[in-house]
Nanobody
């Protein structure tokens, strides 16, 4: 069973920062594009950011551009999401994801092959 394990969520005030991490099995890290999604209870899961296998190309949803940064560290098979200037509307469960599409095409939940269990981010005003 493939397990993607997120960590780093928590509660912060608006304007604060958090860094999410996701430990990924080597097979998945080496062969899939990686990304982050988020979901608010009662709403659809939405794509936040994706990164290609080489780490040189990243894509972001418009609502996080300029505030969030996705990155990966191959030596640790770990995916990151640095979140700055957090807003209350960023409050959600954040999921690590692996898929086979490139770029913005991967920012669709129905195109994801593997999911993490999620980590909660709560931003207070």
């Amino acid at each position: 069973q493939v397990q993607l394990v997120e960590s780093g969520g928590g509660s912060v005030q608006a304007g604060g920062s958090l860094r999410l991490s996701c430990e990924v099995p080597l097979y998945v890290f080496s062969n899939y594009r990686m990304g982050w999604f988020r979901q608010v209870l009662g709403k659809e899961r939405e794509g936040v950011a994706v990164i290609n296998s080489g780490g040189a190309t990243t894509n972001y949803a418009d609502f996080v551009k300029g505030r969030f940064t996705i990155s990966k560290l191959d030596a640790k098979n770990t995916l990151y999401l640095r979140m700055n200037s957090l807003k209350p509307e960023d409050t959600a469960m954040y999921y690590c994801a692996a898929g086979t599409y490139d770029g913005l095409a991967m920012l669709r939940a129905d195109r994801i092959v593997y999911w993490g269990q999620g980590t909660q981010v709560t931003v207070s005003s």
